[in-house]
């Protein structure tokens, strides 16, 4: 891909563009009606429609796509300041009428259409024979769009995968034509799969000869391969997810961090310089990012994950203030970890991800005078080069969490790898890819076998994958429900008072609640009767 398509910002909307649902803000573009017979008509056009596909897949990795599930499942608490961000998800009050799921939904479907019109439209384009190579790529990107957009809504609106009922239980609505004024029913969840892995399989072969290394921009092979074996993972075939991540892994492509002892500077805290793991976060440089889409830091922003709340206005405010014993940095996240995050998934004081991922810092609700101390997730703190404003706190800047996605990294292969391996009874292999994991996140390596081994993987791939989006899904796959969220008490056992968490959020959730499958939204219902509603959805 050439330096135009990965810097420019994108130049040309489709029919419906997604909404970026940037934080909490989730109102979409409006509709514009594109003529695709004027405005697809060479490859200088292709090559607007591709960087289309490149600017909103990279919306697509944060924000609203990550925190409403992230709120659902059980790691995380509301701060008493969340101003009801995602409540009804984390209240497991979820109702088909809800503006969360509705624009989420429709966000999706929006972008499909950017994709099948290149599918549609690219294949019919007279090119040249240099021009071939870019005309297969691009096409290539689209199917990989196409099949992880699919994906996306099964995960949330698809009846469970369970192999033996996929020809008859219900999947999504399959969106492969642009602009279709048709109201087709939901396809079955053997043909929604299917669909996904022939659009991938596409992808893989067009996207053969893209130069694969650590931290890509471009969409290559080896992040079709990725996106894959998560689909085989969620399917349940643990036979095909743990050849295509042991392909990944065993290639060495993207290697590991080294294992590294941690340095703390003088106020007991990571110095990011000094810290490859830090560095893959915070400044987006590592070699375990099997695909990781550009940004910069004027016209192409990614969708934020705001769970880390700098608060600026108190930290200013008693800063200006005489009272040294008030000063310190200043939080106010949506979310802060539980209990259970902190003081036992984390409980290895060697785990550098704990240093990285978490802050000990101050907050308030409403009244400044009233502070506590807490930790807060700096996993999303975004990277200071695409900070704009400087600060003697929060190391240095005010992180506004841009930073570039990582949808794709070698530590959720190894998962699963391990994951596969124990479900196929190779334990040894379960043994050894969770270990070479946990040695280079400086956790101590395991013997245990059998169910204890099991249950060691889940929490290694809570503690890598941590608020990234997987949680809820893989609850559901585990058949676990949700019921403890526990108010933080760390450093000591302190505990940080109830008045700080917001109320009304105790959930005691069964394996089997029908939340764990999103309902579909009212007005798609209503606009295209043909669409049934999820199982316990359709009284409300």
Known sequence: MNTYMKTTKILFWAFTFAAMLQGCNLDREPADYIDYGVSFNNMQDAAKWDNGIYSTLRGKFGGGYVLPQEAQADMLNAHA???????????????????VIQEIYHSYYSALVDANVVITKLPQLPVSESEKPMQRHYLGNAYFARAFYHFSLALRWGMIYEPATAEKDLGVVLALVPGSLDKPARATNAQTYKQILDDLNEAETLLADVPTSPGNTEINADAVRALRARVYLYMGNMDKAYQEAKQLVDRNTYPLIAPYTSKLNSE?????????????????????????????????????????????????????????????????????????????????????????????????VNDKNVSTQLYVVSKFKGNPNYATLTSTHWGGYVPNGNQAPKPFRIAEQYLIVAEAAYKLGNTADAQTYLNT??????????????????????????????????????????????????????????????????????????????MFVWPFPDNEVQINPNVKQNPGWDKQ
């Open 268 to 364: 007991g805290k990571i110095t990011p310089s000094e810290d490859a793991f830090a560095q893959m976060w915070f400044y987006d440089k590592g070699t375990e990012q099997i695909w990781q889409p550009y940004v910069a830091k004027e016209n192409e922003v990614p969708t934020v994950t705001s769970l880390y709340g700098a608060d600026l206005s108190t930290t200013t405010y008693w800063d200006e203030s005489k009272q040294s014993n008030k000063v310190g940095d200043y939080n106010k996240p949506p979310y802060v970890p539980t209990r259970e995050v902190i003081n036992d998934l984390f409980a290895s004081g060697t785990d550098h991800r704990a240093q990285v991922h978490f802050e000990f810092v101050n907050t308030t």
């Open 81 to 99: 300041a969340f101003g009801n961000l995602y409540g009804e998800f984390h209240g497991w009050t979820i109702l088909p009428e809800s503006n």
């Open 437 to 514: 994991l946990r040695q280079s996140r400086g956790v101590p390596t395991t013997n245990l076998t059998g169910e204890d081994l099991y249950e060691e993987i889940k929490n290694e791939r809570a503690r890598e994958l941590a608020f990234e989006g997987f949680r809820l899904w893989d609850l559901r796959r585990w058949k676990r429900g949700v019921r403890k969220r526990t108010f933080q008490g760390a450093k000591g056992y302190y505990q940080v008072p109830g008045s700080f968490y917001a109320g009304g959020y105790k959930v005691d959730i069964q394996p089997d609640n029908k």
